[in-house]
């Protein structure tokens, strides 16, 4: 009997995630990150500070079981934390076989943007901007494409797989 699950299907399931993006809210932007990034999106939950960590790591939660750091992306930003709501949202992440939440006001939507439709960010690289991977101009709107890579921050990636 043949393997129901090969390279194949697994090559026309990566196929899929192509040109998708997660759409999210923070403050009054809206942004998107890689769909193939985002292993599930879960509500705000308990989390528990860990000390001598950059202040926009809120902390860890407990994830059935699995120990994950959580980011808060308007801090991420530089923008002022404010009291989480029903709204609020944890993004889980999976980057290098490491999960990370990422902390966001609301999430919108699944949203296809193809390649022509995306350009690449302004040359401006400070603040916010420096995360940013490329513009979707999805029916005429412009999104933020954020590269998950630089929001996730590489030494945070590679000090958690490390452990």
């Known amino acids: 009997m043949a393997d129901p699950w090969n390279g194949e ?3 026309l399931f990566h196929d899929s995630l192509r040109d998708k993006y ?22 705000i939950q308990p989390i528990t500070a860990v000390p001598q960590m950059p202040d926009y790591i809120r902390g860890i939660i ?24 029903d ?6 992440v999976e980057l290098k076989e490491v999960a990370v939440g990422l902390i966001v006001d609301s999430v ?5 943007i193809p390649a022509e439709d995306i350009v690449p960010p302004p040359d401006i690289r400070n603040g916010e901007s420096r995360f940013v991977a490329g513009v979707g101009k999805p029916s005429g709107a412009m999104l933020l494409l954020l590269d998950c890579h630089l929001l996730i921050n590489e030494h945070l990636v590679t000090a958690e797989a490390s452990n």
């Open 87 to 92: 709204r609020t949202c944890i993004i889980v």
């Open 22 to 43: 997660l759409t999210f809210q923070v403050e009054r932007e809206q942004y998107g990150i890689e769909i193939q990034y985002v292993t599930e999106i879960i509500g």
């Open 62 to 85: 407990n994830l059935r079981g699995t120990v994950i750091p959580v980011m808060d992306v308007r801090v991420r930003f530089g923008l002022p934390p404010r009291a989480y709501s």
């Open 9 to 11: 299907e697994e090559g």
């Open 108 to 112: 919108a939507e699944v949203m296809s």
